[in-house]
């Protein structure tokens, strides 16, 4: 930490004399992102004195290094050499133009959940940890909030919910996150700090909302928010064995009525293998989740209790507990951090209930031929999407609006030993999972015949096309491109998800 200014001016006049004479340990080609690694030496003193009191270096020797750079999945992960953990929006300003001048790599990081293999590029980069620029505060208004770039979904849906407020109209339906983004502070690679509004910047507000990682690292945003619609939420958990899948299927398909289910109401299942149930065969997890009472949500959760699963659980319980209630939790296994995480979205319009057993027949088959890979789940969203339809198409950057169900293929190997699965980290089993996922893929996009594959930005795996991840429009990518190059033109943001120019 830098708690005085003196030690700032003693350095920079010490930069400013040195600069022609010692070139910098970090110098190297702008197209090559494998960068020496940083010496902790230069890095204190050279970025360091530029920090705010509050903010920290870490290095592969700290302490708290590991924590900083654990991710959700180890698969082609970054690798990182420097942690810098900024105090104010004005440290990353600080760092990206640090990193920038001196071509280093560097990476916003918040909670490590993003896991597309192109995060892999990242080599002897500076990971820019931004958690501490975590504050939450509902405006005066009361319909909106100022959320700080380092803040946890938990954290926000907590402090809306103890004032009696929500971040959507019905909380986690209705619209997408990106819809009721007001304004947003962002930093671009050159250091320069803008708003982004549709005011101010609407060009990158446009792009910011669908394809934000490639322009810039958003420090703080202003969130719509709207009062809180009911006190408790409902929610029912089945678990079915295979023989019910079809008539699951056809139920779930009459439930979202092609696009339309009540906006109350969402739904998710999965495939997954659970021996306290059986050894011999992968069970279906299949949940309901309604945005009001027991008695209310009975017209949609009765045809799933008179189908006879083998298990189920339903509750009512407030918002801010649900996820938990349900398994999906911060402290849950889906959450947990140290595993390999191979994701293959497809956008879905309804279940083809045909090829959904082909599925669950495939995952059934490569699962019990490696049982290493028995740890993997198929699974499939369905959110309620009037909100989301109702946005024009051309007003933000995301492209898949149109799409009813999100379909994903997960897979899970542990590196460590663990009840669920033991296995130890083996790289010679990368292509036998990546070759089974892209099968698994194939096969649900199959299910809708003359449709092409829509992949869900934020589950992409990374070897998807770029129509495929921000749409088939031209006009579209064109846009996109064109903002790529004014904002970013050497392409500091390609490491996820890059837009090519």
């Known amino acids: ?63 708290q290094f590991a924590n900083a750079t654990s991710r959700w999945s180890v698969y082609a992960e970054p690798k990182i050499a420097v942690v810098v953990e900024p105090a104010s929006a004005k440290d990353v300003a600080t760092t990206v133009q640090f990193a920038s001048k001196h071509n280093i790599p560097f990476l916003a990081v918040n909670k490590g959940h993003g896991s597309t293999s192109t995060l892999g590029v990242v080599k002897n980069g500076i990971e820019i940890h931004i958690r501490a620029l975590n504050q939450i505060v509902v405006n005066a208004d009361g319909r909106s909030a100022s959320v700080g770039g380092g803040s946890y979904n938990q954290e926000l849906i907590d402090t809306l919910w103890n004032q009696g407020k929500a971040s959507g109209k019905s909380s986690i339906s209705d619209s997408v996150l990106i819809d009721n983004i007001i304004d947003a502070d962002l930093v671009l690679a050159s250091g320069q700090t803008i708003t982004v509004s549709d005011k101010s910047n609407s060009d990158l507000f446009w792009g910011l909302r669908g394809a934000g990682h490639n322009f810039g690292i958003v420090t703080r945003f202003t969130l719509k928010i709207y009062n809180s619609p009911v006190n408790d939420w409902y929610f029912a958990q089945f678990i079915f064995t295979q023989d019910k899948l ?9 439930m979202m009525n ?31 989740y309604y945005i009001g009472t027991k008695d209310q949500a009975s017209p949609y959760t009765k045809p799933f209790f008179d189908l006879g699963p083998v298990f189920h659980n339903d509750s009512s319980v407030s918002y801010p507990t649900l996820a938990s209630a349900t398994g999906l939790g911060d ?19 309804n279940y083809n209930v045909s090829n959904t057993r082909a599925v669950y027949n495939l995952f059934k088959q490569q699962t019990t031929a490696v049982p290493a890979l028995n740890l993997s789940t198929v699974v499939f969203e369905g959110y309620s999407l009037q909100g989301v339809k109702a946005v024009p198409p051309d007003s933000t950057a995301y492209p898949h ?35 089974w996922a892209r099968k698994v893929r194939d096969l649900m996009h199959a299910g809708q015949p003359g449709r092409r594959l829509n992949a869900y930005v934020n589950y992409a795996f990374g070897d998807e096309t770029q129509e ?23 392409g500091r943001f390609n490491f996820y998800e890059p837009i090519k120019v």
């Open 1 to 63: 930490m830098y708690p005085t200014l003196l030690p700032f001016i003693v350095t920079l006049e010490l930069l400013i004399r040195q600069a022609v004479a010692l070139p910098y340990v970090f110098e190297r080609a702008v197209n090559d992102t494998t960068a020496l690694a940083p010496s902790q030496a230069d890095t204190q003193r050279q970025l360091g004195p530029l920090l705010t009191s509050g903010a920290t270096i870490y290095f592969p020797d700290s302490p």
């Open 246 to 254: 079809e008539a699951m299927i056809q139920q779930v398909n009459k």
């Open 258 to 288: 092609n696009g339309n289910q009540r906006k109350e109401l969402m739904n998710y299942f999965i495939y997954a293998w659970n021996p306290t149930i059986s050894t011999t065969e992968p069970i279906i997890v299949f949940t309901i």
């Open 331 to 349: 402290e849950d296994f889906s959450c947990a951090h140290g595993f390999n995480r191979l994701q293959y979205p497809v956008g879905l319009l």
């Open 401 to 435: 609006r149109e799409d009813n169900i999100l379909a994903l293929f997960t897979d899970l190997r542990t590196p460590r030993s663990s009840i669920l699965a033991v296995y130890a980290r083996n790289p010679s089993l990368d292509n036998t999972a990546v070759t």
């Open 468 to 490: 495929q991840v921000y749409g088939y429009e031209p006009w579209r990518l064109q846009r996109l491109r064109g903002l790529k190059k004014k904002y970013d033109p050497q």
